[in-house]
């Protein structure tokens, strides 16, 4: 990460002018990840990439507590 900002989540930047975001939602019970790149499809891999990264720190955590 280029750069890490913490002021409406947790917003990562990568290198290319790329980043991602994750936050709660502000008015449900769930958690968004956003993402900008030069393309879509690079912004729609992002988000996923994001979205599997979190998946994972909940199922780990899950594990970890019995």
């Known amino acids: 990460a ?3 900002e913490e002021l409406d ?3 990562i930047y990568l290198d290319d ?3 991602v975001l994750f936050r709660p939602s502000g008015n449900a019970p769930e958690f ?3 993402a900008e790149a030069r393309s879509k499809e690079r912004a729609k891999e992002l988000v996923g990439e994001g979205v599997k990264d ?3 720190l909940i199922h780990s955590s ?3 507590h019995p």
């Open 17 to 19: 002018d790329t980043w």
């Open 54 to 56: 979190v998946q994972t």
């Open 62 to 64: 899950h594990s970890s």
């Open 9 to 11: 989540g947790l917003k």
């Open 2 to 4: 280029k750069k890490i």
């Open 32 to 34: 968004r990840v956003f």
